[in-house]
């Protein structure tokens, strides 16, 4: 699994394309999306996640709420990632 980090070690070539990297630059970058119907045990609506970013999940009552909120929680992800210098895998 190809991961970056904010603070590269010494000769660690796959780190590199984090440096300098803003948020803003990761939110552009194409993470594959999955979207689930719910059942109406569940709640109905729509699951969305993307399996690259563990724990990067929300859900809405229409795919494209799913997808709206997604990306908010994809944000968050990201910029909490960021302030702890996480790594943060990169999309496939």
Same mark, same amino acid.
């Given at each position: *699994? &190809? &991961?970056? #980090?904010? &603070?590269? &070690? +010494?000769? =660690? =070539?796959n780190n590199q394309a984090r440096n300098g990297m803003s948020l #803003? *630059?990761? *939110? $552009? !970058? $194409?993470? +594959?999306?999955e979207l689930l119907p719910l059942s109406k045990q569940d709640g109905g609506g729509y699951f969305a996640t993307i399996p690259r970013l563990k724990g990067c999940q929300s859900d809405g009552s229409i795919p494209d =709420?799913?997808? +709206?909120? !997604? #990306?908010?929680a994809q944000k968050a992800w990201l910029a909490s990632a960021l302030k702890h210098s996480d790594p943060i895998p990169v999309p496939q």
């Amino acid at each position: *699994m &190809k &991961k970056v #980090r904010s &603070k590269p &070690k +010494k000769g =660690d =070539d796959n780190n590199q394309a984090r440096n300098g990297m803003s948020l #803003r *630059m990761f *939110m $552009q !970058l $194409q993470y +594959k999306i999955e979207l689930l119907p719910l059942s109406k045990q569940d709640g109905g609506g729509y699951f969305a996640t993307i399996p690259r970013l563990k724990g990067c999940q929300s859900d809405g009552s229409i795919p494209d =709420d799913a997808i +709206k909120n !997604l #990306r908010e929680a994809q944000k968050a992800w990201l910029a909490s990632a960021l302030k702890h210098s996480d790594p943060i895998p990169v999309p496939q």
